[in-house]
């Protein structure tokens, strides 16, 4: 019913709702409304009915919120019987003139007193218990109640028709051929995709460790348990993870594919993958989800029906919309559903959430998975229950665990309060006061914050309740206020408050709760997830196996425990089927670049380093630094450069735009001696390809750590608190200390090191300039690939560039 009959408009506070406190609410005004109707009033019937209809045998059933049933079988002539469909003109009723009733009870935040008419799809369902309760017991009429309540002042309002039986079951064979109309759709595609699957063969010849992860994914899909995998870039990941996920339909294993990445930019590795696939014979459906933002047609994102023509009647156009996506396209990316939205006058972004409906493959970001606020609740909503046939790939799954925690966290700020207070002030009323409640709680908690500049909190009771309060008040303000000039900005306000108090209710042993008066000014109350991974385990719950996937995903003992922390997890390392021979990794052990040392004589030897790298042989290298403050540090020195060398630098910006993005990687296309100073853990240190002599080494300045602030502080002593007495003697460092600066830098080091080498062919150096890395602390962390680094320093590091690449050159 709810995919058949939906109708009206989309609603720009649609997202703004508190999934459990309106379930609760909602379930109690249930049990109110059935608790009082009387003797008479039979609660939550089940109702079932089975036919075969053009080849398919459907089951229809649901419960039914109550049924009324004074005739025992034996029922009078009817009164006046409306077999009119259109319910515009409804009114409030009492039952007890009933004697035989189907009451349907909905708990609703919206405004009663706007309602005309019950919502289409509430009588659709309501109308489909009716057929199958009078079809079961021979009545020739029957009556339908709609009972609205609303969740906040509980005010109540009914709708009610009486229809005979004739028009229901017009109205119902009606219904079951639109239901068939799309089954036929499915089928179809199912049979042609499962034959295409059975001849489907792998696109090309294995290449080395290539088939050993595909046959690991495969296992992983049919014993239903999720995979870690280590493999070097250039073995073919995303094919190795995509073809047997495919294979696994036809077997029944799967029933939809979601290819999660962090980035839009890697959409086109597993897009490609699949359209090669494709070009041999394979016959699939995918789509490719875009951020709302990045989709849609207006000039602004302004999803309130009075302004937008796109959500005004949205849901009275999208399933013919859809129906033609569904039936006519095969890969349906940003510029398809574009395309189809404007023919149908649909919103684009809603769209492309219900062509995944009918999708064997979604490949879209890791938010529409596992982040509450933007998840995919027709897949993902149901609390418990049997899993979907899903398989989830998390592809460079190294950015998965900062996203995560990022995810699951939410925060207020003091100054957003008072900036409402003063938005709204001129409409005055109950949203006022509660502003003004929850504004003085946080000035109390903000006198409190010590010299340190923040605190962990034990509990934020008084200001979780004065909270509740205010949401609830903000509810009633954007139902009574649809037009006012300051929506867009109340709105903000109240998704943001939302999700906090959602997170609030997820709130485990995994958070640290603490306020802070920032650098700005700005005071903040913060629920911080150090440890994501029971929130993301019970996003994968909702699927069969996970594969994550990356270069650098070491070690992989860390990121097992911070993304899903189960036991029976498993995990593969993926030798490198790349020469050693090909590339040099050396550690420069005579500088430092530790904060507390760095001077005018430190960041001399980080250039003198990179003067000579670059005069050992000319060509393309990237320098990757810790922060822009030693960025700018080193450029400066770049200008003592000989021009003997005919070297070009250029230089990361803090704030670039995708045309100069493109600029600066063209760079490397078009020039064979370029100097590019970049950041570790910035968009060039990942998810770039230069093959070839594009690229022939990177210096790596520093262990990559992120910089101290108060969430790496209370990671730290969060795993701290929780290192056993014999994992402290064994280690050398505390745990705290590595899991909150040195493994997230030390995957910002491999990630960079990974631009070098990218096919067999690749010749190339990576230095790593600071002595930390010649420590067992950080080489025990090292890819296996890496045990044949060498120690270098300046009075060794010609003699080793030179040998390297002299060997090279008589090898060519």
């Known amino acids: 019913m709810e995919f058949i009959f939906r109708s009206g408009d989309i609603s720009d506070s649609s997202s703004?709702?508190?999934?459990?406190?309106?379930?609760?609410?909602?379930s109690r005004i249930h049990r109110k409304l059935q608790k009082r109707a009387g003797s008479h009033y039979n609660s939550e019937v089940p109702l079932r009915y089975t036919e075969e209809l053009g080849g398919h045998l459907i089951t229809v059933e649901g419960r039914a919120d109550g049924i009324i049933d004074r005739c025992g079988g034996e029922q009078e002539e009817p009164g006046d019987i409306d077999d009119g469909f259109d319910m515009a003109e409804g009114y409030a009723v009492d039952f007890h003139d009933s004697d035989v009733?189907?009451?349907?009870?909905?708990?609703?935040?919206?405004?009663?007193?706007?309602?005309?008419?019950?919502?289409?799809?509430?009588?659709?369902q309501a109308m489909c218990y009716a057929y199958i309760y009078s079809k079961e017991?021979?009545?020739?009429?029957?009556?339908?109640?709609?009972?609205?309540?609303?969740?906040?002042s509980e005010k109540e309002k009914f709708f009610r028709r009486r229809y005979s039986f004739g028009y229901l079951e017009k109205w119902f064979r009606s219904m079951m051929a639109e239901l068939c109309k799309w089954i036929d759709l499915v089928e179809k595609h199912q049979l042609m995709r499962n034959q295409s699957i059975s001849d489907m063969e792998f696109p090309f010849e294995y290449r080395k460790g290539q088939k050993e992860m595909a046959l690991y994914v495969y296992r992983a899909i049919e014993q239903e348990k999720h995979l870690y995998v280590q493999a070097p870039t250039g073995i073919g990941k995303t094919m190795a993870a995509v073809y047997p996920s495919i294979k696994s339909m036809v077997q029944g294993h799967v029933s939809k594919i979601f290819y999660l990445t962090a980035k839009t930019i890697a959409h086109t590795v597993s897009r490609n993958a699949v359209e090669l696939l494709e070009d041999r014979g394979l016959r699939l459906k995918t789509v490719i989800l875009t951020a709302k933002e990045k989709i849609c047609c207006q000039e602004q994102v302004d999803c309130n029906p009075a302004v937008c023509p796109y959500a005004e009647g949205h849901f009275d156009r999208v399933n013919d919309a859809l129906y033609d996506v569904v039936l006519h396209e095969t890969v349906v990316d940003r510029d398809v559903v574009i395309r189809y939205a404007q023919a149908h006058r649909v919103c684009p972004f809603e769209l492309s959430l219900d062509v995944s409906l009918f999708a064997d493959m979604v490949i879209c970001d890791y938010n529409y998975v596992f982040d509450p606020r933007a998840s995919l609740k027709r897949f993902f909503a149901a609390e418990g229950g049997k899993p979907g046939d899903y398989v989830f790939l998390v592809d460079e799954a190294h950015n998965l665990v900062?996203?995560?925690?990022?995810?699951?966290s939410a925060e207020i700020v003091k100054e957003d309060f008072l900036e409402l207070k003063k938005l709204t002030a001129q409409?005055?009323?109950r949203m006022a006061r509660h502003i003004g409640s929850c504004n003085r709680e946080l000035l109390t908690m903000k006198k409190e914050i010590p010299e340190e500049?923040?605190?962990?909190?034990?509990?934020?009771?008084p200001l979780h309740l004065k909270l509740l309060s205010l949401h609830e008040a903000i509810q009633l303000f954007l139902e009574e206020h649809r037009q006012i000039p300051e929506r867009k900005e109340v709105l903000n306000f109240y998704f943001n408050l939302t999700s906090f108090l959602n997170i609030a209710e997820m709130m485990d042993e995994n958070y640290v709760v603490y306020d802070e008066i920032r650098d700005d000014g700005r005071f903040v109350v913060r629920l911080y997830c150090v440890k994501p991974a029971v929130n993301i385990r019970n996003c994968l719950d909702k699927g069969l196996a996970t594969v994550f996937f990356s270069a650098t995903i070491l070690p992989v003992r860390y990121y097992m425990e911070m993304l899903s922390d189960c036991p029976e997890d498993r995990a593969i390392y993926i030798p490198s089927p790349f020469s050693a021979e090909n590339r040099k990794i050396m550690i420069a052990n005579d500088v430092t670049t530790r904060y507390t040392n760095r001077n005018e004589a430190m960041y001399r030897n980080i250039y003198s380093y990179i003067e000579r790298v670059i005069s050992a042989r000319p060509g393309n290298y990237m320098v990757f630094f810790p922060s822009y403050a030693m960025l700018e540090k080193v450029h400066v020195l770049t200008e003592e450069l000989p021009e003997s060398l005919g070297v070009e630098v250029i230089a990361q910006e803090q704030y670039m735009t995708e045309s100069d993005r493109e600029s600066f990687l063209r760079a490397f296309e078009e020039k064979d001696n370029v100097l590019a100073l970049c950041i570790m853990g910035g968009i060039f240190s990942e998810g770039i390809d230069l093959t070839g002599d594009r690229l022939i080494g990177a210096i790596i300045v520093g262990p990559g750590l992120p910089q101290v602030c108060t969430e790496r502080k209370l990671m730290m002593d969060y795993f701290d608190s929780r290192t056993t007495a014999d994992e402290k003697e064994a280690a050398s460092d505390r745990n705290g200390f590595r899991y909150a600066y040195q493994y997230p830098g030390i995957n910002k080091v491999f990630q960079a090191a990974g631009r070098v080498i990218r096919t067999e062919t690749d010749q190339g150096i990576i230095l790593l300039i600071d002595e930390r890395f010649a420590t067992r602390r950080y080489t025990e962390l090292f890819p296996v690939e890496w045990n044949d680094s060498v120690i270098c320093n300046m009075q060794n590091v010609d003699g080793i560039l030179e040998q390297f690449w002299d060997y090279k050159s008589k090898e060519i």
């Open 402 to 408: 900062d996203r995560a925690s990022s995810m699951y």
């Open 101 to 124: 009733l189907i009451d349907e009870i909905k708990g609703i935040y919206r405004n009663l007193d706007d309602m005309e008419s019950p919502q289409r799809v509430h009588v659709a």
């Open 453 to 461: 500049g923040y605190r962990v909190l034990s509990s934020i009771a």
């Open 137 to 152: 017991n021979n009545y020739s009429w029957i009556d339908v109640r709609i009972s609205y309540v609303n969740l906040d």
């Open 16 to 26: 703004g709702t508190l999934s459990r406190e309106a379930m609760n609410a909602g």
């Open 427 to 429: 409409y005055g009323g």
